[in-house]
């Protein structure tokens, strides 16, 4: 079956520590996405890859770093920069980097600070 | 900036009876696309439903179709016959052809039986 997966589905992080959310997909998708869901907000953008090797800064991208080295994976990685990183996480992907084309998400990493 | 407005928070439904979101946006572009996105309680969205600004015919899928008024920047959408597997945050969402998605603050649907 063609998705994206995510994982972990929950997540702990100490202090001062750096943490990997992985994101897969199989569907051939050129654009990925990591989107920050807060309660009572939308959708925040934090980074988005058009092609491989190529990233940008979305609207939050403070405190989080990705690399895109191949066309399945879009991993995040929340910083000790990150001040506030107690989130649900979701990555998506699209056929082509384009606003026009529909999102495809995956089942979402709940991130908690201990 | 472009922005999406979901005025209602919340909303509820009684089962088989039929439900209106309302979402506003904000834009100077005259080529856009507009979206529905589904959040069941998995947490997991979907796309509900898509519509390009240049048609007026407004999209319908199944059970789920919208009211796009381009004048008022309006954009609801009206779900039929509701389910209890209708239940679920609800998100409007707007972009223009190359940019980012923006995503309004959604409405979180109950269907009561």
């Known amino acids: 079956d063609g998705g994206i997966t995510q994982s972990p589905k929950y997540l702990f992080r100490k202090e001062g520590q750096n943490v990997t959310l992985s994101c897969e997909q199989n569907?051939?998708?050129?654009?990925m996405y990591w989107y920050r869901q807060d309660p009572g907000q939308g959708l925040r953008l934090i980074y988005y890859?058009?092609?491989?090797?190529?990233?940008q800064k979305g609207d939050i991208a403070e405190g989080y770093s990705v690399s895109r080295e191949k066309k399945e994976s879009f991993p995040l990685t929340v910083t000790s920069a990150q001040k506030n990183p107690t989130a649900f996480y979701l990555c998506?992907?699209?056929?082509?980097?384009?606003?026009?084309?529909?999102?495809?998400f995956g089942p979402g990493t709940r991130l908690l600070v201990l | 900036a472009q922005t999406v407005t979901q005025s209602q928070p919340e909303m509820s439904v009684q089962e088989a009876e039929t439900v209106t979101l309302s979402c506003t946006y904000d834009t100077s572009e005259s080529d856009y696309y507009l979206f529905w996105y589904k959040q069941p309680p998995s947490r997991q969205m979907i796309l509900v439903i898509r519509q390009e600004a240049y048609k007026q015919q407004n999209a319908t899928e199944n059970r789920f179709s919208v009211n796009f008024q381009k004048a008022a920047k309006s954009f609801s959408l009206k779900i039929s016959d509701s389910q209890l597997g209708d239940a679920a945050m609800y998100f409007c969402a707007y972009s223009n052809a190359y940019d980012k998605v923006i995503f309004g603050p959604g409405t979180s649907l109950s269907v009561i039986p």
């Open positions: 890859s058009q092609i491989v090797n190529d990233f």
């Open positions: 998506a992907s699209s056929p082509r980097p384009q606003g026009r084309e529909t999102q495809y």
């Open positions: 569907l051939n998708h050129d654009a």
